[in-house]
């Protein structure tokens, strides 16, 4: 017998993996999740049919979306995550002990309950006591707050379904104003690739530029995301990721990382033209 | 009826493309050649059941096999391509009027002639009168050659069939005597991520290394090929793709890309831990 997963990741695009075995299927109030275990990917996470994380791959995506903004500005204290229930992003920013605070808010509790029973090298750090667990609506939680945080991390899924709500005007308006003087605001960003995910990038990124003076978006290979071309957006107040990166104070922290370090923080902000041609058409 | 193309990027990991139609399938004596049509990718070469490029983009490969090398040093003017058949690589060189002579090696005449009939969008520029056409075995070929070229550029398929030749030390050892002093020598250099792969990158990367001072491996986007994630390899006998990157002669040219720009010429050079990794181990 043979057990195959298949992602469309396009309309005529197809992605395959070879289960061992499908470890849990559950429908929750908001969207279908699946574990499976892979010889090449280890055990990996699908939301409504779509690869969140791979045991093989999940420290690039974790390791960019934390380490870029916590590099440029050494002094984050107070961090607000939305989404992220597999809880790879918590990991990663419980390394830094300069963090005071972290407050996470996912909507649905059964992804987290899911990614503690199966996916412990990601959901191994929601016990630490400076994480704040919040199962709400993302959008909701952020209205409610002023001038609170340094960073916010957007670690969503893609904008159908519950994550629709978290690529909005009206959100990011709400993060703007949650966010301190020194916020920052990174969110997944989608792939410029395949045009329904260039779409949703092109959106995200017009609506970002509404309300944050620096915008800019950086890039990282992803590969088991549609096309493995997968794109950050980098939103701030004040802080530039390029000139305002302190290389010396990270790289005294000694965070040994796979993926993250100060030469490809630089790095994968330099796109390709035809990237920077349809942020600039999503900027008209 | 739907009809579908797939390959193995890995054992248990295949990625699939609907299919218009088979233009073309050929059993040459080297390999077995195939063109297709499709909605996504528009046409496509297989060589061996392995996509080598398609319509969508073939522009993201031979930009950065080209213009890295031509940008470090405005002053190249005799090229010897290896392998290429399809032309792409051909067509990027042509656009600088500072070339004299491109001879171009290919060992199989029927993928220059399937390319010509079915994918004229690379097989554009064979009647250049710069080109020099060889069919003939590439290894052979370069062994005749001494202190001759600015730059070699292997465009090879991976290291299994004809192509294994061009990543053997005997291939890289004659590589270096065929360049002149200001020598560079460009290969398209496999994928770190899955292991078959990266093996080949070691194997490459650790025979280079015996005989060129400088080696240094740059990465790229190209989601039609195994993870997405590529590498080229950029060797040389002095000059270095970062510190001697002629920028401004390069942006004076005015060459129209779609990939390639200078920033993300250097931004390329910048490599996750995990590939650092993978190449020290090589060089050991």
Redesign the interface.
Known sequence: MEL?YTEEH?????????VDKQLCSVQSDFQRIDVFD???FGRFLTIDGLVMITEK?EF?YHDMIVHVPMATNPNIKKVLVIGAGDGGTIRELSRYSTIEKIDMVEIDKVVVDVCKEYLQQTACGFDNEKVNLYFEDGLKFVKTKENEYDLIIVDSTDPIGPGEGLFTSDFYSNCYRALNENGILVNQHESP??SEYAKAMKRAHKRIEEFFPICKVY?V?I?TYA???WLFGFASKKFDPISDLNEEAWNNLKIK?????T??H?????????V?DLLAEAEK
Chains 1, 2 share one sequence.
């Open positions: 195959w396009a309309k005529d695009v197809r992605f395959s993996i070879k892979s010889k090449e791959d690039i690739y395949y890039q290979h590969p096309s493995g071309h990382t796979k993926y993250y370090n030469d490809i630089k790095g994968s902000f330099a796109l390709p033209n035809y920077k």
